[in-house]
Structure formats: structure tokens, C-alpha cells
């Protein structure tokens, strides 16, 4: 399993970027993706999920109607496109996959650096 994350970087206060994790190892259409972020000195949190078809999508309630969760089932690629940024969104984003291998277990990227700033 491998996921890799891209498109992080520095962005001015009300920027956007888009996200993207390129996955491999795994049946990517079949499992749910998900995006966490980490800032420094806070626990890691979940930031935004989607289900395995795409339709079903859930937000951490900071991020609600700036950030959007999509997938290419195609490209086995999940997104991350955020609007609005504030510095307070400064973190290391990963993306993550839950699989079932006899018992669940969590696959993560390395993260990719997100930091708003002027």
C-alpha cells in the first residue's frame, strides 16, 4: 500500500490549494479515503472522509464550506481542494485508508506541508 501526497505549500490568507493523493497497493474503489491534518504541538485530526463511490462525504466542522473532498476512481486519486485558508489550516496534511487485512489497519502518506501565511 502507498499513498503520496502532493500539492502542499505556502499560500496567503484567503488562498486556495488543491491537495491530491495518488494511491497504489490496494483496490482504491473499494475503500473509503480520508484526509487528517497535524499542526505543530496538536494531535493529528480528521479533516474530511468520502466513501468508497464518491457520494457520501463528511467534514470536521472548522473546514465546512471551504474545503471539498473528492475522488477519481479512475486515476485512484483522492482530493483535497481548500478555499478560504486561514493560518489557523497551517498543518501537515495526510491522507489515510483503513483496510481490512483479517484486522482493520490504517495506511498513511508521508503528509504534505500546508502553511498559510502573509
Known amino acids: 500500500v502507498q499513498l503520496v501526497e502532493s500539492g502542499g505549500g505556502l499560500v496567503q490568507p484567503g488562498g486556495s490549494l488543491r491537495l491530491s493523493c495518488a494511491a497504489s497497493?490496494?483496490?482504491?474503489?473499494?475503500?473509503?479515503m480520508s484526509w487528517y491534518r497535524q499542526a505543530p504541538g496538536k494531535e493529528r485530526e480528521l479533516v474530511a472522509a468520502?466513501?468508497?463511490?464518491?457520494?457520501?462525504?463528511n467534514y470536521a466542522d472548522s473546514v465546512k464550506g471551504r474545503f471539498t473532498i473528492s475522488r477519481d476512481n479512475a486515476k485512484n486519486t483522492v482530493y483535497l481542494q481548500m478555499n478560504s485558508l486561514k493560518p489557523e489550516d497551517t498543518a501537515v496534511y495526510y491522507c489515510?485508508?483503513?483496510?481490512?487485512?483479517?484486522?482493520?489497519?490504517?495506511?498513511w502518506g508521508q503528509g504534505t506541508q500546508v502553511t498559510v501565511s502573509s
Open positions: 497497493g490496494f483496490t482504491f474503489s473499494s475503500y473509503a
Open positions: 468520502i466513501n468508497s463511490a464518491g457520494g457520501s462525504t
Open positions: 489515510k485508508v483503513q483496510l481490512w487485512v483479517g484486522v482493520r489497519v490504517d495506511y
